[in-house]
């Protein structure tokens, strides 16, 4: 029987796991299928404080799990398949490979995975100008056109907010109206930065070694363009890496746990939740480090109740 376990090795489950060997209650991490998180995939990271210079988002969860390792965190290298969580535990983990996980205490820090169009250009030129966060990497297009794929409020908001850097956003929508509320898609279309296709999707990222344009077509004529750009920003939300959880853990329609009291209580006693998995709002490292810290000291101080 563990302490605590916890699920998940990006910004939150390794910040839990700092906190929770720190505290002597020696965590296990399960790692999951991408072990230290979306970071891993990104390249420069120049917002996480602390490193002026700017860190390879690998380095950094690499930097994440040594210190989580250095007070005694154990991993797990395999994803969860299938949970047996009781109010106040002891709670049932089932492993990829079998094994069965109890434990006393569970912390869910699974993360969520961007939307995409699922064309092979955009996985092939990912972190070489396509990215799914304008907050992590717009200040790289100083000066540069940009597209921005979407239209609802996250589509609204990246667009704005690129509009700080770039010299011009275009805004690309299948629709012919956005699915954005009206006072975000009224600020998109009085800035004069932002250009927007209706009607048109994108079908190809256009570029070999990073982006170049991007190849639209009309849904409407059938016509063809191609949109001279240097990065490509998908903002068509996140999907919540919680589906193991479905029908035992409160979540929102979009599938992201529900905590209270501005707490990482889920409505399961003993089972706690941090990072990208409960916040559909914020989704950045800080934050997740932030959630995950929480999750750690309200854990540990559960234990305490119920030892």
């Given amino acids: 029987m563990e302490d605590v376990v916890i699920i998940g090795s990006g910004a939150a489950g390794l910040t839990a796991a700092i906190y929770a060997s720190r505290a002597n209650l020696e965590p296990v991490v399960i790692s999951g299928a991408l072990p230290g998180g979306l ?14 210079e700017a860190i390879n988002g690998f380095e950094l969860m690499d930097k994440f799990r040594k210190q989580a390792e250095r007070f005694g965190t154990r991993f797990i290298s395999d994803k969860v398949v299938k949970v047996d969580l009781q109010d106040g535990g002891p709670h049932k ?7 069965v996980i109890e434990t006393k205490a569970l912390i869910i820090a699974t993360g969520a995975s961007p939307r995409w169009l699922g064309l092979e250009s955009e996985q092939r030129l ?6 799914a966060c304008a ?3 717009g200040a790289f297009y100083r000066g540069v056109p940009v597209v921005v794929v979407g239209g609802g409020d996250t589509a609204m908001e990246e667009a704005l907010f690129l509009t700080k850097f770039t010299s011009k956003v275009t805004l690309i929508h299948r629709r012919d109206e956005f699915r954005a509320s009206k006072i975000m898609g009224d600020r998109v ?4 930065k932002i250009e927007v296709l209706w009607d048109s999707v994108v079908t190809e990222v256009l570029g070999d070694s990073e982006v170049e344009g991007v190849k639209v077509e009309n849904l409407k004529t059938g016509k063809t363009t191609q949109v001279e750009c240097k990065g490509y920003f998908a903002a068509l939300g996140h999907v919540p890496n919680t589906l193991e959880f479905k029908d035992v853990i409160d979540m929102n329609e979009a599938g992201f746990i529900e905590l209270k009291n501005n707490s990482s209580y889920t409505n ?3 089972v706690f939740a941090a990072g990208d998995c409960a916040d559909h709002v914020y989704r950045q490292a800080i934050t997740a480090a932030g959630m995950g810290c929480r999750a750690a000291i309200d854990a540990e ?3 305490g109740n119920h030892s």
Wanted: charged share 20%; aromatic share 8%; proline share 5%.
């Fill in 39 to 52: 970071l891993t995939q990104t390249t420069d990271v120049e917002n996480y404080p602390g490193f002026p």
């Fill in 93 to 99: 983990l089932t492993l990829g490979s079998g094994d």
């Fill in 126 to 131: 990912k972190n070489k100008g396509v990215s």
């Fill in 135 to 137: 907050t992590c990497d």
């Fill in 189 to 192: 279309l009085n800035n004069d």
């Fill in 268 to 270: 399961i006693d003993g």
């Fill in 301 to 303: 101080r559960w234990l």
